[in-house]
């Protein structure tokens, strides 16, 4: 199942960020694909507000890996973008099926090491201000995430 969002400013995306994030369960796993400055990481503060999370969420470019916790609630932050391809010894494996949820920026630069299952989003720049979200449901309890947006 795909669906299709579209959102205006980054309020919006971020609010779409929130929606998705109630949806949400432990362990889940979130890839988000779209260039630079497409709205990656204004979404995912949607996510961390919708799990409780009051710290500012920002972009973990430099660190790969930023985590947030809330009572029960544990996001993984992580963007690949500045990962190299073969130096890197990152432990994706251990975000995967975790604890928490995890968010993956630029998730196909650690292609072999992604999951079967997964909530793949698509976020395409239409204009300044435009954004075109698809959202995809890899695997059967993503089709239910999908299916409530
Ligand atoms: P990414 O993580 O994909 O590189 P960011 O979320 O860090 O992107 O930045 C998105 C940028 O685009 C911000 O400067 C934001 O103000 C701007 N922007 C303009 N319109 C939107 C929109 N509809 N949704 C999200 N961001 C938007
Ligand atoms: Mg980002």
């Known amino acids: 199942m795909i669906r299709e969002k579209y959102t205006y400013n980054s309020k919006e995306t971020e609010h779409l960020g929130f929606q998705v994030g109630l949806l949400l369960q432990k362990g889940m796993v979130l890839l988000l694909e779209g260039d630079l400055a497409a709205g990656k990481t204004t979404f995912t503060k949607g996510i961390g507000k919708a799990l409780g999370i009051s710290r500012t969420i920002n972009s973990p470019t430099f660190t790969i890996l930023k985590r947030y916790v809330h009572d029960e609630n544990k996001l993984y932050h992580i963007d690949l973008y500045r990962l190299d ?65």
């Open 85 to 149: 391809d073969e130096g890197s010894d990152f432990d994706l494996e251990d975000y995967i099926n975790s604890d928490g949820v995890s968010v993956i920026e630029w998730p196909f630069k650690l292609k072999s090491l992604l999951p079967s299952s997964y909530l793949l989003i698509k976020i395409e720049t239409l204009g300044e201000n435009e954004r075109k979200f698809s959202f995809e449901a890899k695997g059967l309890i993503y089709e239910g995430v999908v299916k409530y947006l």
